[in-house]
């Protein structure tokens, strides 16, 4: 079983910057596709970005494409999340998930991935 620990989180300003960190223990996570996901409360659970085992491919969701960036050291166990140009509508809690197993692409789909952190909050100020 993996434990994954989502940090980062906070107040940011509109147009400003947040990285989030995702630390794992338990297993590594060089065999495995990793995203983020984020959530509003009343809302689900929508995809924000993945990246692949070996991090040759990434994906985005078209509100944070140009944005965000998804980047992983396998050495450290360790996925992060960039945030620049922070929106107020980027407010939500954020969460690492690790995905079933790896792929040549990366999984969109939340139903691919069965470990989750616990979310981090990011509030956007305007």
């Known amino acids: 079983q993996v434990q994954l620990v989502e940090s980062g989180g906070g107040l940011g300003q509109a147009g400003g910057s947040l990285r989030l960190a995702c630390a794992a223990s338990?297993?590594?996570?060089?065999?495995?596709?990793m995203g983020w996901f984020r959530q509003a409360p009343g809302m689900e659970r929508e995809f924000v970005a993945c990246?692949?085992?070996?991090?040759?491919?990434?994906s985005y969701a078209d509100s944070v494409n140009g944005r965000f960036t998804i980047s992983r050291d396998n050495a450290k166990n360790t996925v992060y999340l960039q945030m620049n140009s922070l929106k107020a509508e980027d407010t939500n809690i954020y969460y690492c998930?690790?995905?079933?197993?790896?792929?040549?692409?990366?999984?969109?789909?939340?139903?691919?991935?069965?470990?989750w952190g616990q979310g981090t909050q990011v509030t956007v100020s305007s």
């Open positions: 998930a690790k995905a079933r197993m790896y792929s040549s692409t990366c999984y969109r789909a939340i139903g691919e991935y069965n470990d």
């Open positions: 338990g297993r590594t996570l060089n065999m495995y596709d």
């Open positions: 990246i692949n085992w070996n991090a040759d491919v990434t």
